[in-house]
């Protein structure tokens, strides 16, 4: 295989055509057991040496999915929980067929207003993934309190506050939008 697909954990068809490998060599690199299929358009490189991440596999089996809540939280160093799964948004009308034994996924079924706010992609050497910044983590976490704790919701904002490139504006934004001000300035009030 070239270099640049040894480089990256899991390689589409479309990465695979665009690098000139046609249907023929990608099934004689299955057969030689460098490629293995994990859904109908991705493979995982097995040949791969790399650094190994959980959210390359996230990315991998949920193309549309965002790194969020405590697994996005951790990413950003804002807690010392260490999620038991990955933690990834999905589009409440897209569906996934397949989902890897390891890492454990847990899918989030969001809204489109809340799916498509505060997106950034991550690239790693060849690799890439999707994961909400950092105010829009917070303000999540925030909203879904319930299920992801108050304890650590309470982490969550003691340690965003304490960062020197927190942008407090930005965090106001996503939580007017998302409908969730009055809880965000309810927990800013108790904890400065």
Known sequence: MDKLIEKKRFVTIT??????YSYYKIEKLVEEGLLQRINKTTFENLSYTGDENDF??????VPDGVICLMSAARYYELTNFLPDAVDVAINRKKKVNTLPEWPEIKLYYYQPIRMDLGVKEVHEESNCFHIFDIEKTVVDIVYYRNKVGIEETKEVLVNYLKRQDRQIDRLYAYAKKLRCEKILRTYLEVLL
């Open 15 to 20: 990465e695979l055509k665009r690098n000139g």
């Open 56 to 61: 390359y596999s996230a990315e991998a089996y």
